[in-house]
């Protein structure tokens, strides 16, 4: 157990690794001690939570609108400007 916990990464070692280019960037057996890390500090693994929801709405903010979405956001600023 303590050669174990040698090799475990710190919990500010597994927030820089949440914040920059995640898990998939790391080689296979640091994930694996990232992944055990996650497993035992619940406040790491809901910082990683956190980092999901944060990427994934910024994601969805920086996704291309459709035809649609434009037009009717076109339709809004239009009734706006006319209504001042």
């Known amino acids: 157990m303590k050669l174990m916990m040698a090799f475990m990464p710190s ?30 500090c619940e406040f790491c693994a809901r910082f990683g939570r956190q980092m999901e929801r944060i990427c994934e709405a910024l994601k969805a903010a920086w ?4 035809g649609e ?13 006319g209504s001042s």
């Open 11 to 40: 919990c500010k070692e597994v927030a820089k690794t949440l914040c920059g280019e995640g898990l998939a960037a790391e080689p296979w057996g640091r994930r694996l001690m990232i992944r055990l890390h996650l497993s035992q």
């Open 63 to 66: 996704a291309e609108p459709s």
């Open 69 to 81: 979405d434009v037009e009717a956001f076109k339709r809004r600023v239009v009734a706006r400007l």
